[in-house]
T-cell receptor, first 115, second 111 residues
Framework: DAMVIQNPRYQVTQFGKPVTLSCSQT?????MYWYQQKSSQAPKLLFH???????NEADTPDNFQSRRPNTSFCFLDIRSPGLGDAAMYLC??????????????FGSGTRLTVV | SQKIEQNSEALNIQEGKTATLTCNYT??????LQWYRQDPGRGPVFLLL?????KEKRKERLKVTFDTTLKQSLFHITASQPADSATYLC??????????FGAGTRLTVKP
């Protein structure tokens, strides 16, 4: 089945130690997103790629970076994780053509713990 | 800035009844409004999409309405079942690929 896969499901990292979360998709969607979701809160958009074009949200901290080396893969790099960065990180994809939008397909998420 | 409010944090109903969830927003209307289901510890799952020029959309036991004058969407689950228990998120999608979520309503359907 076509899907969005996030690895790992659970990640524990030390305060200040760089960490990378990965996302892959077999849907061939042209748009990929990273969301941060804290307990009982709305998913918050960090950034998205439309093809290779990177779009950063104005309030996304500089500590968060992303890479999309090809259509299938997207990475979230947290350069110096703080305790406040502990959250569920969700990757999503969508297929965007002018005038035609569908739902987003989400991965199962990576739960990040900072110790 | 745009605010999205879902009617309540939690909604409890009896099996077989219709659950009605509300999503209100401020400012400008989105091109599309979507509803997602999210189970604990999992990513959201897409349920329905409605366009700004559509009034109503149905899919099996689900119905969504969209009123751009009231700036409101209603999400209905008819003949609810315990398996429908989850958090339901509304999301506003704009033409610039910007999608914003509400915080969700946690629905519990009791047998």
């Amino acid at each position: 089945d076509a899907m969005v896969i996030q690895n790992p499901r659970y990640q524990v990292t030390q305060f200040g130690k760089p960490v990378t979360l990965s996302c892959s998709q077999t849907l061939n969607h042209n748009v990929m997103y990273w969301y941060q979701q804290k307990s009982s809160q709305a998913p918050k958009l960090l950034f998205h790629y439309y093809d290779k074009d990177f779009n950063n949200e104005a309030d996304t901290p500089d500590n968060f970076q992303s890479r999309r080396p090809n259509t299938s893969f997207c990475f979230l790099d947290i350069r110096s994780p703080g305790l406040g960065d502990a959250a569920m990180y969700l990757c999503a994809t969508s297929s965007w053509t002018p005038g035609d939008r569908g739902g987003y397909t989400f991965g199962s998420g990576t739960r990040l713990t900072v110790v | 800035s745009q605010k999205i409010e879902q009617n309540s944090e939690a909604l409890n109903i009896q099996e077989g009844k219709t659950a009605t969830l509300t999503c209100n927003y401020t400012n400008y209307s989105p091109a599309y409004l979507q509803w997602y289901r999210q189970d604990p510890g999992r990513g959201p799952v897409f349920l329905l999409l409605i366009r700004e020029n559509e009034k109503e959309k149905r899919k099996e036991r689900l119905k969504v309405t969209f009123d751009t004058t009231l700036k409101q969407s209603l999400f209905h689950i008819t003949a609810s079942q315990p398996a429908d228990s989850a958090t339901y998120l509304c999301a506003l999608l704009y033409n610039n690929n910007d999608m914003r979520f509400g915080a969700g309503t946690r629905l519990t359907v009791k047998p």
